[in-house]
């Protein structure tokens, strides 16, 4: 047999419609375009990795930092960071979301533009294919308007830190406990230990009751007979001692202070006191204030209010204080 024939027979025919594929067409290929698309490739792997390794190392320097920083502050800078969203545990769950949601981004990407210039040099026409997406695209975002919504909010939310995990929050629908922060929905938990998934993009207003400082309010009845200086300098003499309490000092932004007279109602005095404290401490330190005053209240012989009808002190609401 001639060495043609021979050539020939070892070559397979890939015929498809008067298409015909040779060994030299297909080692050309792999030289020339096969070998950029490979390049493609291994550069958007790379790039990739760079850039989510360098997210990482960013959020692990955040991270660290904010923790070294509170753990050299005292009193005073432990409240301001915790007034100021800084705190370590909240630090590190906002950064560590906003490092997922960049490396998700990154991804996506760097993904799509290496998927767009392996099939240009494919020979794949983009154009159609672009159009076809923007239809697709826009009949997609008028169906999904509410999940696009939810994650804009829930974006937005992270970066600006409006609440975290632990906060106290009221969304409107719901008053509870974050127990999670997603970027389509916030989990809570009532008092009632009752668990609401609140979609971000619902959520029109929120009330953090645990950002900042919390105000712990205590009102106390006494005799109208009584002497009112008498009565407030029995009273501070009781915030002072709780102020310098060391079991009570870091839950106590500033030492309680005594208002005064708040009402004059019947034959009742209703003396106000209130202490700005740590978020989430207000309903500790008011029942703790209100038995250290009850207390030196007794032991200084002060009056109570008479008792009305219902129960309560002349002046008060029926079965409370005024």
């Known amino acids: 047999m001639p060495v043609t024939e021979v050539h020939t027979a070892l070559v397979p025919d890939l015929s498809l419609k008067g298409f015909v594929l040779t060994i030299e067409q297909v080692q050309e290929w792999l030289v020339t375009d096969g070998l950029r698309v490979l390049l493609t490739l291994v550069m958007a792997v ?14 692990a320097t955040m991270t660290s930092k904010s923790a070294s920083r509170l753990a050299e502050s005292g009193r005073a800078g432990k409240a301001l960071a915790t007034a100021t969203g800084l705190a370590t545990e909240r630090q590190r769950q906002r950064v560590g979301t906003i490092g997922s949601l960049l490396r998700s981004t990154v991804t996506f990407t760097v993904g799509t533009m290496a998927g767009l210039t392996v099939m240009a040099l494919l020979g794949i ?53 974050v127990e999670e922060v997603t970027l389509r929905i916030t989990r809570l938990r009532d008092a009632d230990g009752v668990t609401w998934y609140v979609r971000n993009g619902e959520i029109i207003r929120i009330g953090n009751k645990s950002q900042g400082f919390s105000t712990a309010l205590v009102d106390m009845p006494v005799s109208y ?53 740590s978020p989430g401490e207000n309903f500790a330190v008011q029942r703790e204030l209100r038995e250290r005053i009850k207390n030196a209240l007794d032991a200084a012989d002060v009056k109570a209010p008479p008792l009305g009808p219902f129960g309560g002190p002349v002046g008060s609401p029926p079965g409370g204080r005024p």
């Open 225 to 277: 007979a009584e002497n009112a200086e008498r009565v407030i300098a029995i009273i501070r003499e009781v915030a002072v001692e709780m102020g310098a309490d060391p079991e009570w000092a870091d839950r106590l932004s500033e030492e309680p202070k005594v208002l005064g007279v708040e009402s004059i109602s019947g034959a009742t005095m209703t003396i106000r006191t209130i202490a700005q404290c």
């Open 125 to 177: 026409p983009l154009g159609p294919l672009l159009a076809s997406a923007g239809v697709a695209g826009v009949a997609i975002g008028f169906g999904a308007q509410s999940l696009v919504k939810d994650f804009l909010a829930g974006i937005f939310m992270i970066l600006e830190d409006q609440y975290g995990v632990g906060d106290v929050i009221d969304t409107g629908e719901a008053i509870g406990t």
């Open 46 to 59: 790379l790039a990739v990795w760079a850039l989510r390794r360098l997210i990482d190392r960013v959020v």
